[in-house]
């Protein structure tokens, strides 16, 4: 499991290797470790972009505490659903029938391919402050060599190199240290008149506080993508009484780093200036303090952290059609593993894919950022459909019957975890939606061949209304496409 994308550890701790325990400390560092990725690198000109302090501290508090109740979700359903363990997806078949189960499926996967697209466009767009053929990732030469790497690393992992656990230590530290030291010189170098100037977005900037606030909110959800390894890595506690603890204080060591890292450049540089600033934009900010090697150390430890996770991510990435074959929501064919046990037909398939969207970034203006934004949205469909299945339960008492202590907290927990699902689809607007819908209708001929392959009819009766709703957010899409409604 990873956050916006890094590393990943449930190789390193496999329960099939017999019974493994950790104490608190190291559930904590688990979780800290699943969460904290490349996104964080860019959060200061994101932000900068979008709002001053203020609006960041709000959008902060929302996402904090609508992740927290998603976190709780994924750990009560693991407790209560110990069966579900085929992926996200499988709460949603459980809870929604078969349809939706492949939608949060298709979803989820999707981000995946979109989220190693902006891997490569932010290891391009990085080595671009140095060699300027490289642009902001999105140039012909880039896209040239993320394919190269790309198709490197896919023939590598079909060769049975499975294990990332030699790399986590090195991608840990190469994430963690530059972080905290650029947290560090930043502190150092506080500015209190600078910072009060930046409270509220400055003069001439027309946005109100909550569009600032809303136009800040998929950012945060990429940040917090993987969120659901914190449940996962708690089966390993010594104490079950830990696992709350841990998943407690990782996360909010976490969110302290992703509000430092956001928080900080408005003390030391001017608002517009922060939102100027290119991407990894901590490494920008870094420069404006100390100089040119701030730049330079920043950018060495997001490539090594990123090229790092993406074997890992990688891996996950083509785990998702394999498994969700196995539980027959995608045709037989991608349940396939070689010689190596590398589902390598799921493999093929999903790096076509993010070699595809690797050429849409050819005519993307901000590649980067459509990528984040496109990959928030639809993590967010198998996350919304996951916090109601977890209201359904609770609503309806299924799994409380021996035990109903918690099923009062574990309702108010997953309704908000639901409204906040809710409250993000719509803060990334329309065409998010629209452009989600580009993906999904089209995808949806993965299930009609698996439910062909069953002898079963395509889509139940109100299934064929979910399937219209996409149809039709398609359709609107490519006509927004082409009049330049919508762009890329």
């Known amino acids: ?82 069966d579900l363990d085929s992926g996200v997806f499988a709460y949603a078949k459980a809870g929604f029938g078969n349809y939706l189960g492949f939608l949060a499926a298709l979803a989820f996967w999707t981000s995946t391919c979109v989220g190693n697209v902006s891997y490569f466009v932010l290891i391009k767009s990085t080595l671009g402050e140095f060699f300027p053929v490289f642009g902001d990732g999105n140039t012909i030469q880039a896209v040239i060599v993320a394919s190269i790497i790309l198709w490197a690393f896919h023939f590598m992992i079909l060769r049975g190199i499975k294990q990332a656990t030699g790399l986590n230590t090195i991608v840990t530290i190469a994430k963690i240290v530059p972080i905290v030291i650029f947290i560090l010189i930043l502190l150092f170098n506080f500015n209190p008149e600078l910072f009060a100037a930046n409270w509220s977005a400055g003069q001439g900037y027309e946005e109100s506080l909550f569009s600032q606030v809303r136009s800040t909110m998929l950012v945060t959800v990429f940040v917090f993508i993987g969120i659901e390894g914190a449940s996962v890595y708690s089966r390993y506690a010594e104490k079950r009484s830990d696992v709350g603890v841990a998943t407690i204080l990782g996360f909010v060591g976490v969110l302290c780093l992703l509000v430092l890292v956001t928080v900080l450049p408005y003390a030391i540089l001017p608002r517009a200036d922060i939102a100027a600033l290119r991407n990894p934009s901590m490494a920008g900010a870094l420069e404006t303090v100390v100089g040119r090697w701030g730049n330079i150390f920043i950018s060495i430890g997001l490539l090594i952290s990123v090229l790092g996770a993406y074997l890992a991510w990688s891996l996950f990435a083509a785990e998702v059609p394999f498994m969700a074959a196995k539980a027959r929501l995608m045709p037989n064919f991608l349940n396939h593993e070689n010689v190596q046990k590398v589902p390598s037909r799921s493999l093929w398939l999903t790096n076509i894919v993010v070699q595809s969207f690797l050429i849409v970034t050819l005519f993307a203006q901000q590649a980067f950022e459509l990528a984040l934004e496109l990959t928030s949205a639809m993590t967010l469909i198998p996350y919304l459909l996951v916090a109601a299945f977890g209201l359904k339960l609770a609503w309806s008492g299924e799994t409380y019957e021996r035990n109903s202590r918690n099923r009062t907290r574990e309702l108010v927990i997953a309704a908000i975890a639901t409204a906040y699902a809710v409250l993000m689809l719509y803060a990334g607007g329309l065409d998010n939606l629209l452009l989600s819908g580009l993906i999904l209708a089209p995808g949806t001929i993965l299930f009609f061949m698996a439910r062909r392959e069953q002898n079963l009819n395509v889509f139940k009766s109100w299934e064929w209304f979910f399937f219209t709703i996409i149809a039709i957010a398609a359709l609107s899409a490519i006509y927004g496409l082409s009049t330049g409604l919508i762009a890329i």
């Open 1 to 82: 499991m990873t956050s916006d994308y890094g590393t990943t550890l449930d190789q390193e701790f496999s329960p099939t290797q017999g019974k493994q325990t950790l104490p608190l400390n190291s559930l904590i560092a688990l979780v800290v470790g699943s969460m904290v990725g490349a996104g964080i690198f860019t959060l200061p000109a994101a932000f900068g972009r979008a709002t001053g302090i203020m609006g960041a501290l709000i959008a902060w508090v929302i996402a904090g505490v609508g992740m927290l109740m998603l976190a709780f979700v994924f750990q009560f359903l693991a407790e209560r659903k110990p």
